[in-house]
T-cell receptor, first 116, second 113 residues
């Protein structure tokens, strides 16, 4: 079984400032890691994912996340945020194997609010 | 290539009625997952289905909830005799065989009055 902890439920930050959204996970097996973004009254959109290889993964809109196996973390960062980045961000994990391990386990989410 | 389609987008039911939520996966996707999001909470896994098979229903409440994914047509999440506590957003996701990441639909927001 896996679990995900997002330590900050609310993160307010001023426009053009850097931001880090924290995510720690627990798992007895190797995992894939994901960040999803949810805008108000919408579904979840995949932001980025770590499957294997380079521990630093990037999205097309400037976000990046680094997989740290020893600290079991997958923190999301952006060096300069925009008003349009205001949304709820969810960290998720799933096991590598098939069957019941395919389900995604989500953290409770972090509401990022970018202030002008 | 349409994404994951969920309907209705919003559903209002009175206590005791039945709610039927539909999910059409992306073309080529044969795996479907249902998640529930309660207010101010993250998404909780409910059930994982493949065509005509329930693979994992460990997140489904023991009573009143059922899901199916028939050979033809959309996946259906059915809630019988709804109660106020069933009010939530229900999201469906799909993936192809062997796929790693999922594509989510826009959700059905169920309100029980």
């Amino acid at each position: 079984a896996q679990s995900v902890t997002q330590l900050d439920s609310q993160v307010p930050v001023f426009e053009e400032a850097p931001v880090e959204l924290r995510c720690n996970y627990s798992s007895s097996v190797s995992v894939y890691l994901f960040w999803y973004v949810q805008y108000p009254n919408q579904g979840l959109q995949l932001l980025l994912k770590y499957l294997s290889g380079s521990t630093l993964v990037e999205s097309i809109n400037g976000f990046e996340a680094e997989f740290n196996k020893s600290q079991t973390s997958f923190h999301l960062r952006k060096p300069s945020v925009h008003i349009s980045d205001t949304a709820e961000y969810f960290c998720a994990v799933r096991g590598l194997s098939s069957g019941s391990a395919r389900q995604l386990t989500f953290g409770s989410g972090t509401q990022l609010t970018v202030l002008p | 290539n349409a994404g994951v389609m969920q309907n209705p987008r919003h559903l209002v039911r009175r206590r005791g009625q039945e709610a039927r939520l539909r999910c059409s996966p992306m073309k080529g996707h044969s795996h479907v997952y249902w998640y529930r999001q309660l207010p101010e909470e993250g998404l909780k896994f409910m059930v994982y289905l493949q065509k005509e098979n329930i693979i994992d229903e460990s997140g489904m409440p023991k009573e009143r909830f059922s899901a199916e994914f028939p050979k033809e047509g959309p996946s259906i999440l059915r809630i019988q005799q709804v109660v106020r506590g069933d009010s939530a957003a229900y999201f469906c996701a799909s993936s192809p065989p062997g796929g790693v990441s999922y594509t989510f639909g826009s959700g059905t927001r169920l309100t029980v009055v």
